[in-house]
């Protein structure tokens, strides 16, 4: 199985750019999260789906970043428009069922300057 | 709500020395307990996991860890630490009902390996 593949890996940008951050879960797993993390904050769950179906978006920082999952072998987080403050990695993960663990991708490492 | 506490920031050991990391959770029901271990650059990477029965579970690299409901804990340990240990350690809790997915985590616990 080759886990979770996230592209970028790396991203710089100028504020105010659109940021367009990919995933795709585990083949068969039915969960997806998208998590940021920091120095400051650690690591913060953004949103996560359920069968494709945004369960939780509590996570999400503001009206900038929005999150799609078309199919089940595909996710985006969007970010439009960027800022400084914006800059983190953001990581993916996917599990097969409740109860089970979360399967991590490496990571977008995003600078906005 | 659920919470995860790991007491330890920053934990520094000699190579060879034996390691306990802590982790504590608040939460009535049974839950779904997990550490993960981050390299620099990297993602987080499961080492090990409890779901029911046996309270001692074996993980990866040499890492066990051990269930004590009494106390709402689930310390990490390895007997003999090694260079490539050096990360950072994730303690994470899920629990069961209404298809909940979602895992909270600690704020991790940094180890650094004195040769």
């Known amino acids: 199985d080759a886990g979770v593949i996230q592209s970028p890996r790396h991203e710089v940008t100028e504020m105010g750019q659109e940021v367009t951050l990919r995933c795709k879960p585990i083949s068969g797993h039915n969960s997806l999260f998208w998590y940021r993390q920091t120095m400051m904050r650690g690591l913060e769950l953004l949103i996560y789906?359920?069968?494709?179906?945004?369960?939780?978006d509590s996570g999400m920082p503001e009206d900038r970043f929005s999150a799609k999952m078309p199919n089940a072998s595909f996710s985006t987080l969007k970010i439009q428009p960027s800022e400084p403050r914006d800059s983190a990695v953001y990581f993916c993960?996917?599990?097969?069922?409740?109860?089970?663990?979360?399967?991590f991708g490496p990571g977008t490492r995003l600078l906005v300057l | 709500a659920q919470s995860v506490t790991q007491p330890d920031i920053h934990i520094t050991v000699s190579e060879g020395a034996s390691l306990e990391l802590r982790c504590n959770y608040s939460?009535?029901?049974?839950?779904?307990l997990f550490w993960y271990v981050q390299s620099p650059g990297q993602g987080l990477q499961l080492l090990l996991k409890?779901?029911?029965?046996?309270?001692l579970v074996q993980g990866i690299k040499g890492f066990e860890a051990e269930f004590k409901r009494s106390q709402s804990s689930f310390n990490l340990r390895k007997p003999s630490v090694h260079w490539s240990d050096a990360a950072e350690y994730f303690c994470?809790?899920?629990?069961?009902?209404?298809?909940?997915?979602?895992?909270?985590f600690g704020k991790g616990t940094l180890l650094t390996v004195n040769p």
């Open positions: 993960a996917s599990s097969p069922r409740e109860g089970s663990p979360q399967y």
């Open positions: 939460y009535g029901a049974t839950p779904y």
């Open positions: 789906f359920n069968n494709n179906v945004p369960i939780d």
């Open positions: 994470a809790v899920g629990f069961s009902g209404g298809s909940n997915y979602k895992l909270t």
């Open positions: 409890y779901f029911s029965g046996d309270t």
